[in-house]
Protein backbone atom coordinates (compact mmCIF):
# COMPACT_ATOMS: atom_id res chain seq x y z
CA UNK A 1 0.00 0.00 0.00
CA UNK A 2 1.57 3.82 -1.18
CA UNK A 3 -1.38 6.29 -0.58
CA UNK A 4 -0.57 9.38 -2.38
CA UNK A 5 -1.57 11.03 1.43
CA UNK A 6 -2.21 10.64 4.95
CA UNK A 7 -5.45 11.81 7.02
CA UNK A 8 -5.46 11.65 10.69
CA UNK A 9 -7.45 11.72 13.26
CA UNK A 10 -6.97 14.01 15.79
CA UNK A 11 -9.27 13.53 19.19
CA UNK A 12 -8.19 10.29 20.82
CA UNK A 13 -6.08 8.86 17.93
CA UNK A 14 -3.30 11.67 18.42
CA UNK A 15 -4.12 13.39 21.91
CA UNK A 16 -5.61 11.98 25.06
CA UNK A 17 -8.73 13.52 25.25
CA UNK A 18 -9.37 11.90 28.37
CA UNK A 19 -6.64 12.56 30.69
CA UNK A 20 -6.50 16.19 29.37
CA UNK A 21 -10.32 16.92 30.28
CA UNK A 22 -10.13 14.59 33.42
CA UNK A 23 -7.34 16.89 34.58
CA UNK A 24 -8.68 20.17 33.88
CA UNK A 25 -12.21 19.29 35.06
CA UNK A 26 -10.85 18.26 38.22
CA UNK A 27 -8.16 21.09 38.81
CA UNK A 28 -11.01 23.91 38.20
CA UNK A 29 -13.37 21.88 40.12
CA UNK A 30 -10.74 22.16 42.96
CA UNK A 31 -10.81 25.86 42.29
CA UNK A 32 -14.85 26.01 43.10
CA UNK A 33 -14.67 23.92 45.98
CA UNK A 34 -16.50 21.25 44.54
CA UNK A 35 -15.70 17.43 44.68
CA UNK A 36 -16.19 15.93 41.12
CA UNK A 37 -14.44 12.58 39.70
CA UNK A 38 -13.09 14.55 36.50
CA UNK A 39 -12.54 10.87 34.79
CA UNK A 40 -15.82 10.04 34.79
CA UNK A 41 -17.23 13.69 33.90
CA UNK A 42 -14.76 13.85 30.75
CA UNK A 43 -16.27 10.20 30.12
CA UNK A 44 -19.97 11.12 30.32
CA UNK A 45 -19.03 15.01 28.33
CA UNK A 46 -17.38 12.99 25.59
CA UNK A 47 -20.42 10.16 25.69
CA UNK A 48 -22.58 13.09 24.07
CA UNK A 49 -19.98 14.10 21.31
CA UNK A 50 -21.30 11.59 18.37
CA UNK A 51 -24.96 12.42 19.31
CA UNK A 52 -24.54 16.20 19.19
CA UNK A 53 -22.66 15.80 15.86
CA UNK A 54 -25.71 13.71 13.94
CA UNK A 55 -28.27 16.18 15.06
CA UNK A 56 -25.80 18.28 12.22
CA UNK A 57 -24.96 15.81 9.95
CA UNK A 58 -28.40 14.82 9.36
CA UNK A 59 -29.25 18.41 8.96
CA UNK A 60 -31.46 17.95 12.10
CA UNK A 61 -30.13 21.19 13.20
CA UNK A 62 -27.62 24.20 11.16
CA UNK A 63 -24.38 23.93 11.17
CA UNK A 64 -22.75 24.58 14.74
CA UNK A 65 -19.36 24.75 15.60
CA UNK A 66 -17.55 22.07 17.57
CA UNK A 67 -16.98 24.31 20.80
CA UNK A 68 -20.71 25.08 20.70
CA UNK A 69 -21.65 21.02 20.95
CA UNK A 70 -19.43 21.01 23.60
CA UNK A 71 -21.09 23.93 25.41
CA UNK A 72 -24.45 22.66 25.01
CA UNK A 73 -23.67 19.52 26.30
CA UNK A 74 -21.20 20.87 29.43
CA UNK A 75 -24.60 23.15 30.16
CA UNK A 76 -26.04 19.96 30.16
CA UNK A 77 -24.32 17.64 32.30
CA UNK A 78 -23.49 20.09 34.66
CA UNK A 79 -27.09 20.00 35.06
CA UNK A 80 -27.62 16.28 35.51
CA UNK A 81 -24.47 16.35 37.85
CA UNK A 82 -27.18 18.63 40.28
CA UNK A 83 -23.58 21.36 39.87
CA UNK A 84 -25.49 23.88 37.34
CA UNK A 85 -24.90 26.66 40.10
CA UNK A 86 -21.47 26.14 40.75
CA UNK A 87 -19.82 27.06 37.36
CA UNK A 88 -20.36 30.49 36.31
CA UNK A 89 -20.09 31.70 32.36
CA UNK A 90 -16.28 31.83 33.09
CA UNK A 91 -15.54 28.74 34.59
CA UNK A 92 -18.12 27.13 31.73
CA UNK A 93 -15.89 28.81 28.80
CA UNK A 94 -12.69 27.52 30.39
CA UNK A 95 -13.80 23.85 30.43
CA UNK A 96 -14.93 24.34 26.65
CA UNK A 97 -11.48 25.20 25.92
CA UNK A 98 -10.06 21.99 27.72
CA UNK A 99 -10.47 20.57 24.62
CA UNK A 100 -8.23 23.07 22.89
CA UNK A 101 -5.01 21.32 25.08
CA UNK A 102 -5.04 17.76 25.33
CA UNK A 103 -1.46 15.77 25.60
CA UNK A 104 -0.19 14.05 22.65
CA UNK A 105 0.13 10.11 22.88
CA UNK A 106 3.85 9.57 23.56
CA UNK A 107 4.84 8.05 19.85
CA UNK A 108 2.92 10.58 18.10
CA UNK A 109 5.23 13.69 17.52
CA UNK A 110 8.25 10.60 16.52
CA UNK A 111 5.77 9.02 14.65
CA UNK A 112 3.91 12.01 12.07
CA UNK A 113 8.19 13.05 11.61
CA UNK A 114 8.70 9.61 10.08
CA UNK A 115 5.34 9.55 8.14
CA UNK A 116 6.02 12.83 7.02
CA UNK A 117 9.43 12.37 5.52
CA UNK A 118 7.77 10.39 2.61
CA UNK A 119 4.02 11.53 2.53
CA UNK A 120 2.00 14.47 2.79
CA UNK A 121 0.17 14.27 6.37
CA UNK A 122 -2.87 15.90 6.95
CA UNK A 123 -5.24 16.36 10.21
CA UNK A 124 -8.62 15.75 9.40
CA UNK A 125 -10.97 16.44 13.05
CA UNK A 126 -14.07 16.97 13.87
CA UNK A 127 -12.43 19.75 15.86
CA UNK A 128 -12.84 24.01 14.50
CA UNK A 129 -9.74 24.98 12.93
CA UNK A 130 -8.72 27.72 15.51
CA UNK A 131 -9.05 24.58 17.80
CA UNK A 132 -7.23 22.42 16.02
CA UNK A 133 -4.40 24.96 15.82
CA UNK A 134 -4.65 25.96 19.50
CA UNK A 135 -3.84 21.92 20.30
CA UNK A 136 -1.62 20.62 17.95
CA UNK A 137 1.04 23.97 18.70
CA UNK A 138 0.79 23.27 22.13
CA UNK A 139 2.08 20.06 21.58
CA UNK A 140 4.39 20.75 18.66
CA UNK A 141 2.60 18.11 16.68
CA UNK A 142 3.44 18.57 12.83
CA UNK A 143 1.29 18.37 10.20
CA UNK A 144 1.44 19.23 6.22
CA UNK A 145 -2.21 21.04 7.06
CA UNK A 146 -5.13 20.92 8.67
CA UNK A 147 -8.36 19.89 7.47
CA UNK A 148 -11.16 20.65 10.16
CA UNK A 149 -15.00 19.01 9.08
CA UNK A 150 -16.00 22.65 9.47
CA UNK A 151 -14.71 22.88 5.84
CA UNK A 152 -17.68 20.88 4.96
CA UNK A 153 -20.24 22.31 7.77
CA UNK A 154 -20.72 18.57 9.05
CA UNK A 155 -18.78 16.32 10.96
CA UNK A 156 -17.37 12.88 10.47
CA UNK A 157 -18.34 10.20 9.50
CA UNK A 158 -20.59 12.38 7.07
CA UNK A 159 -18.94 11.37 3.61
CA UNK A 160 -18.80 14.99 2.83
CA UNK A 161 -16.38 15.73 5.40
CA UNK A 162 -13.74 12.99 3.43
CA UNK A 163 -14.89 14.16 0.22
CA UNK A 164 -13.55 17.53 1.25
CA UNK A 165 -10.24 16.84 1.99
CA UNK A 166 -9.49 14.57 -1.08
CA UNK A 167 -11.28 17.66 -3.12
CA UNK A 168 -8.97 19.98 -1.27
CA UNK A 169 -6.23 17.66 -1.39
CA UNK A 170 -6.94 17.17 -5.79
CA UNK A 171 -6.52 13.04 -5.09
CA UNK A 172 -8.95 10.65 -5.60
CA UNK A 173 -10.63 9.30 -2.26
CA UNK A 174 -9.51 5.95 -3.15
CA UNK A 175 -5.52 7.31 -2.90
CA UNK A 176 -5.92 8.76 0.83
CA UNK A 177 -5.50 6.55 3.54
CA UNK A 178 -7.44 7.36 6.81
CA UNK A 179 -5.62 6.79 10.15
CA UNK A 180 -7.83 6.91 13.16
CA UNK A 181 -8.44 4.88 16.92
CA UNK A 182 -12.50 4.88 16.28
CA UNK A 183 -14.49 2.26 14.25
CA UNK A 184 -17.02 4.78 13.55
CA UNK A 185 -14.28 6.98 11.71
CA UNK A 186 -12.57 4.53 9.83
CA UNK A 187 -16.00 2.89 8.50
CA UNK A 188 -17.30 6.39 7.27
CA UNK A 189 -13.69 6.72 5.77
CA UNK A 190 -13.87 3.56 4.17
CA UNK A 191 -17.33 3.97 2.71
CA UNK A 192 -16.34 7.21 1.18
CA UNK A 193 -13.82 5.40 -0.89
CA UNK A 194 -11.11 5.86 1.19
CA UNK A 195 -8.13 3.37 2.76
CA UNK A 196 -8.28 2.81 6.52
CA UNK A 197 -5.78 2.25 9.13
CA UNK A 198 -6.77 1.91 12.91
CA UNK A 199 -4.27 2.83 15.54
CA UNK A 200 -5.76 1.10 18.51
CA UNK A 201 -5.49 3.36 21.47
CA UNK A 202 -6.62 1.14 24.80
CA UNK A 203 -6.37 4.12 27.16
CA UNK A 204 -8.34 6.48 25.28
CA UNK A 205 -11.63 6.28 27.67
CA UNK A 206 -9.55 6.13 30.50
CA UNK A 207 -9.22 2.80 32.98
CA UNK A 208 -12.03 1.95 33.20
CA UNK A 209 -13.76 1.88 29.88
CA UNK A 210 -13.47 0.00 26.57
CA UNK A 211 -11.60 1.45 23.95
CA UNK A 212 -12.50 0.78 19.99
CA UNK A 213 -11.01 -2.47 18.84
CA UNK A 214 -9.42 -3.22 15.20
CA UNK A 215 -10.67 -6.94 15.31
CA UNK A 216 -14.71 -4.87 15.25
CA UNK A 217 -13.98 -3.34 12.25
CA UNK A 218 -12.63 -4.29 8.87
CA UNK A 219 -9.54 -1.75 7.50
CA UNK A 220 -6.64 -2.29 5.33
CA UNK A 221 -3.89 -1.80 8.24
CA UNK A 222 -4.48 -2.09 11.89
CA UNK A 223 -1.34 -0.66 14.36
CA UNK A 224 -0.53 0.03 18.07
CA UNK A 225 1.40 3.33 17.61
CA UNK A 226 2.00 5.73 14.58
CA UNK A 227 5.61 4.64 15.12
CA UNK A 228 4.50 1.20 14.47
CA UNK A 229 2.14 2.86 11.45
CA UNK A 230 5.19 4.72 10.01
CA UNK A 231 6.69 1.14 10.12
CA UNK A 232 4.59 -0.61 8.28
CA UNK A 233 4.48 2.14 5.28
CA UNK A 234 7.97 1.80 5.03
CA UNK A 235 9.00 5.48 6.74
CA UNK B 1 2.26 46.06 18.11
CA UNK B 2 1.38 42.01 19.65
CA UNK B 3 -1.22 40.62 16.88
CA UNK B 4 -2.74 37.40 17.71
CA UNK B 5 -1.90 35.37 14.65
CA UNK B 6 0.28 36.28 11.63
CA UNK B 7 -0.86 35.71 8.08
CA UNK B 8 1.54 34.83 5.10
CA UNK B 9 1.37 35.13 2.00
CA UNK B 10 3.29 32.91 -0.41
CA UNK B 11 4.38 33.46 -3.88
CA UNK B 12 6.97 36.16 -3.73
CA UNK B 13 6.65 36.63 -0.14
CA UNK B 14 7.95 33.49 0.87
CA UNK B 15 9.20 31.76 -1.78
CA UNK B 16 10.90 32.82 -5.59
CA UNK B 17 8.68 32.42 -8.09
CA UNK B 18 10.67 34.31 -10.86
CA UNK B 19 13.67 31.48 -10.13
CA UNK B 20 11.79 28.79 -9.62
CA UNK B 21 9.46 29.21 -12.91
CA UNK B 22 12.18 30.38 -15.07
CA UNK B 23 14.46 27.81 -14.12
CA UNK B 24 12.00 25.39 -15.26
CA UNK B 25 10.35 27.01 -18.17
CA UNK B 26 13.92 27.15 -19.67
CA UNK B 27 14.70 23.23 -18.85
CA UNK B 28 11.27 21.95 -20.37
CA UNK B 29 12.16 24.47 -23.50
CA UNK B 30 15.73 22.94 -24.06
CA UNK B 31 14.12 19.34 -24.05
CA UNK B 32 11.94 20.24 -26.76
CA UNK B 33 14.39 22.40 -28.71
CA UNK B 34 13.04 25.74 -28.19
CA UNK B 35 14.88 28.87 -27.81
CA UNK B 36 12.98 30.63 -25.00
CA UNK B 37 14.11 33.64 -22.52
CA UNK B 38 12.57 31.26 -19.21
CA UNK B 39 12.65 34.51 -16.93
CA UNK B 40 10.99 37.09 -19.40
CA UNK B 41 8.11 34.31 -19.97
CA UNK B 42 7.93 33.43 -16.04
CA UNK B 43 7.27 37.28 -16.01
CA UNK B 44 5.11 37.46 -18.59
CA UNK B 45 2.92 34.10 -17.12
CA UNK B 46 2.74 36.33 -13.79
CA UNK B 47 1.58 39.54 -15.41
CA UNK B 48 -1.55 37.52 -16.64
CA UNK B 49 -1.96 36.79 -12.90
CA UNK B 50 -3.92 39.61 -11.04
CA UNK B 51 -6.04 39.97 -14.31
CA UNK B 52 -7.29 36.32 -14.26
CA UNK B 53 -7.80 36.35 -10.63
CA UNK B 54 -9.86 39.69 -11.17
CA UNK B 55 -12.47 37.88 -12.99
CA UNK B 56 -13.33 35.75 -10.57
CA UNK B 57 -13.01 38.31 -7.46
CA UNK B 58 -14.92 40.72 -9.21
CA UNK B 59 -17.92 37.58 -10.47
CA UNK B 60 -17.31 37.95 -14.02
CA UNK B 61 -16.77 34.21 -14.12
CA UNK B 62 -17.46 31.42 -11.51
CA UNK B 63 -15.19 29.95 -9.11
CA UNK B 64 -11.77 28.95 -10.72
CA UNK B 65 -8.86 26.98 -9.08
CA UNK B 66 -5.74 29.15 -9.72
CA UNK B 67 -3.93 26.08 -11.86
CA UNK B 68 -7.27 26.52 -13.94
CA UNK B 69 -6.22 30.03 -14.44
CA UNK B 70 -2.45 29.27 -15.09
CA UNK B 71 -3.36 27.10 -17.79
CA UNK B 72 -5.42 29.38 -19.65
CA UNK B 73 -2.71 32.06 -19.61
CA UNK B 74 -0.20 29.58 -20.59
CA UNK B 75 -2.00 28.14 -23.70
CA UNK B 76 -2.45 32.31 -24.46
CA UNK B 77 0.79 33.06 -23.38
CA UNK B 78 2.54 30.20 -26.05
CA UNK B 79 0.16 31.23 -29.02
CA UNK B 80 1.81 34.92 -28.46
CA UNK B 81 5.22 33.57 -28.41
CA UNK B 82 4.31 31.54 -31.42
CA UNK B 83 5.02 28.33 -29.63
CA UNK B 84 1.85 26.83 -29.44
CA UNK B 85 2.69 23.85 -32.06
CA UNK B 86 6.10 23.31 -29.72
CA UNK B 87 4.28 22.05 -26.20
CA UNK B 88 2.03 19.01 -25.87
CA UNK B 89 -0.56 18.85 -23.30
CA UNK B 90 1.68 16.86 -21.15
CA UNK B 91 4.32 19.92 -21.44
CA UNK B 92 1.83 22.20 -20.69
CA UNK B 93 0.77 20.49 -17.58
CA UNK B 94 4.64 20.19 -16.43
CA UNK B 95 4.79 23.69 -17.22
CA UNK B 96 1.26 24.29 -15.02
CA UNK B 97 2.75 22.54 -12.16
CA UNK B 98 6.20 24.31 -11.86
CA UNK B 99 4.05 26.47 -10.15
CA UNK B 100 3.80 23.87 -7.12
CA UNK B 101 8.10 23.95 -6.61
CA UNK B 102 9.64 27.10 -6.03
CA UNK B 103 12.48 27.80 -4.09
CA UNK B 104 12.16 29.33 -0.48
CA UNK B 105 14.11 32.50 -0.16
CA UNK B 106 16.96 32.02 2.15
CA UNK B 107 15.29 34.03 5.47
CA UNK B 108 12.46 32.34 5.17
CA UNK B 109 12.65 28.63 6.93
CA UNK B 110 14.39 30.46 10.16
CA UNK B 111 12.39 33.52 10.16
CA UNK B 112 9.16 31.18 10.27
CA UNK B 113 11.07 28.74 13.07
CA UNK B 114 11.34 32.00 14.81
CA UNK B 115 8.16 33.57 14.88
CA UNK B 116 6.29 30.31 15.27
CA UNK B 117 7.80 30.22 18.49
CA UNK B 118 5.67 32.80 19.88
CA UNK B 119 3.00 33.41 16.61
CA UNK B 120 0.50 30.95 15.26
CA UNK B 121 1.66 31.67 11.67
CA UNK B 122 -0.42 30.61 8.94
CA UNK B 123 0.08 30.73 5.11
CA UNK B 124 -2.47 32.91 3.11
CA UNK B 125 -2.22 32.47 -0.26
CA UNK B 126 -3.80 32.44 -3.35
CA UNK B 127 -2.58 29.15 -4.63
CA UNK B 128 -4.65 25.78 -4.15
CA UNK B 129 -4.58 23.94 -0.81
CA UNK B 130 -2.79 21.03 -2.80
CA UNK B 131 -0.63 23.29 -4.88
CA UNK B 132 0.33 24.77 -1.24
CA UNK B 133 1.17 21.78 -0.01
CA UNK B 134 3.62 20.36 -2.55
CA UNK B 135 5.66 23.64 -1.94
CA UNK B 136 6.01 23.85 1.44
CA UNK B 137 6.67 20.20 1.82
CA UNK B 138 9.29 20.43 -0.79
CA UNK B 139 11.32 23.66 0.44
CA UNK B 140 10.57 22.19 4.49
CA UNK B 141 8.74 25.53 5.35
CA UNK B 142 6.06 24.75 8.17
CA UNK B 143 3.10 27.05 9.32
CA UNK B 144 0.78 26.35 11.80
CA UNK B 145 -2.01 25.97 9.45
CA UNK B 146 -2.90 26.90 5.40
CA UNK B 147 -5.45 28.63 4.28
CA UNK B 148 -6.12 29.18 0.76
CA UNK B 149 -8.22 31.68 -1.06
CA UNK B 150 -9.94 28.68 -2.09
CA UNK B 151 -11.61 28.20 0.89
CA UNK B 152 -13.38 31.97 0.53
CA UNK B 153 -13.77 31.12 -3.60
CA UNK B 154 -12.00 34.19 -4.09
CA UNK B 155 -8.54 35.23 -4.59
CA UNK B 156 -6.63 37.82 -2.15
CA UNK B 157 -7.51 41.00 -2.58
CA UNK B 158 -10.83 40.63 -2.18
CA UNK B 159 -11.88 41.32 2.10
CA UNK B 160 -14.11 37.88 1.85
CA UNK B 161 -10.42 36.05 1.79
CA UNK B 162 -9.02 37.89 4.19
CA UNK B 163 -12.27 37.68 6.72
CA UNK B 164 -12.57 34.07 6.12
CA UNK B 165 -9.41 33.41 7.62
CA UNK B 166 -10.22 35.40 10.50
CA UNK B 167 -13.04 33.74 10.96
CA UNK B 168 -11.64 30.37 10.95
CA UNK B 169 -8.64 31.43 13.23
CA UNK B 170 -12.11 32.82 15.69
CA UNK B 171 -9.88 35.85 15.49
CA UNK B 172 -10.90 39.44 14.81
CA UNK B 173 -9.59 40.97 11.78
CA UNK B 174 -7.52 43.63 13.85
CA UNK B 175 -5.48 41.09 15.67
CA UNK B 176 -4.45 39.81 12.57
CA UNK B 177 -0.79 40.81 10.75
CA UNK B 178 -0.75 39.93 7.49
CA UNK B 179 2.69 39.71 5.97
CA UNK B 180 3.82 40.31 2.13
CA UNK B 181 5.80 42.22 -0.56
CA UNK B 182 3.13 43.32 -2.23
CA UNK B 183 1.43 46.69 -2.33
CA UNK B 184 -2.01 45.48 -3.38
CA UNK B 185 -2.36 42.50 -0.99
CA UNK B 186 -1.29 44.85 2.23
CA UNK B 187 -3.41 47.28 0.82
CA UNK B 188 -6.54 44.61 0.54
CA UNK B 189 -5.60 43.72 3.93
CA UNK B 190 -5.30 47.02 5.68
CA UNK B 191 -8.90 47.77 4.15
CA UNK B 192 -10.38 44.28 5.75
CA UNK B 193 -9.31 45.60 8.99
CA UNK B 194 -6.15 43.66 9.45
CA UNK B 195 -2.66 45.19 10.68
CA UNK B 196 0.13 44.87 7.71
CA UNK B 197 3.63 44.01 7.53
CA UNK B 198 5.92 44.74 3.96
CA UNK B 199 8.41 42.22 3.58
CA UNK B 200 10.58 43.92 0.61
CA UNK B 201 11.51 41.45 -1.93
CA UNK B 202 13.73 43.94 -4.53
CA UNK B 203 14.14 40.52 -7.05
CA UNK B 204 10.75 39.32 -6.90
CA UNK B 205 10.38 39.61 -10.77
CA UNK B 206 14.01 39.09 -11.80
CA UNK B 207 16.59 40.97 -11.89
CA UNK B 208 15.42 43.62 -14.51
CA UNK B 209 12.37 44.30 -13.14
CA UNK B 210 11.23 46.13 -10.43
CA UNK B 211 9.66 45.08 -7.36
CA UNK B 212 6.63 46.68 -5.17
CA UNK B 213 8.51 49.01 -2.43
CA UNK B 214 7.52 49.50 0.94
CA UNK B 215 7.34 53.41 0.95
CA UNK B 216 4.68 53.19 -1.50
CA UNK B 217 2.04 51.44 0.93
CA UNK B 218 0.92 52.44 4.45
CA UNK B 219 1.58 49.78 6.38
CA UNK B 220 2.23 49.07 10.31
CA UNK B 221 5.36 47.87 9.88
CA UNK B 222 8.25 47.07 6.96
CA UNK B 223 11.02 44.82 6.91
CA UNK B 224 13.90 43.32 4.76
CA UNK B 225 13.89 39.62 6.07
CA UNK B 226 11.42 36.88 7.77
CA UNK B 227 14.45 37.06 10.65
CA UNK B 228 14.23 41.21 10.47
CA UNK B 229 10.28 40.50 10.95
CA UNK B 230 10.54 37.84 13.71
CA UNK B 231 13.17 40.21 15.70
CA UNK B 232 10.58 43.26 15.18
CA UNK B 233 8.11 41.27 16.68
CA UNK B 234 10.10 40.26 19.71
CA UNK B 235 11.04 36.85 18.71
Same mark, same amino acid.
Not at 32 to 51: K, M, N, T
Not at 64 to 73: K, P, Q
Not at 156 to 183: S, W
Not at 212 to 218: N, S
Given at each position: ?????????????????????? =???????????????????? =?????????????????????????????? #???????????????? &???????????????????????????????????? #?????????????? &??????????????????????????????????????????????????????????????????? =??????????????????????????????
Amino acid at each position: MKPAALLVDIFGTTVDWWTGVA =GQVTAIAAERGVQLDGGEFA =GAWRERYLPSMAEVREGRRPWAYLDTLHRE #SLDKLLDGFGLADRFD &EADRQRLVRAWHRLPAWPDAAEGLRRLRVRYPVVAL #SNGGFALLINLLKA &EDLHFDAIISAELAHSYKPDARVYHRAAGLLDLPPEQLLMVACHGWDLDGARAAGLRTAFVERPAEK =GPDQDADRPADTPTDLACASFTELAGALGC
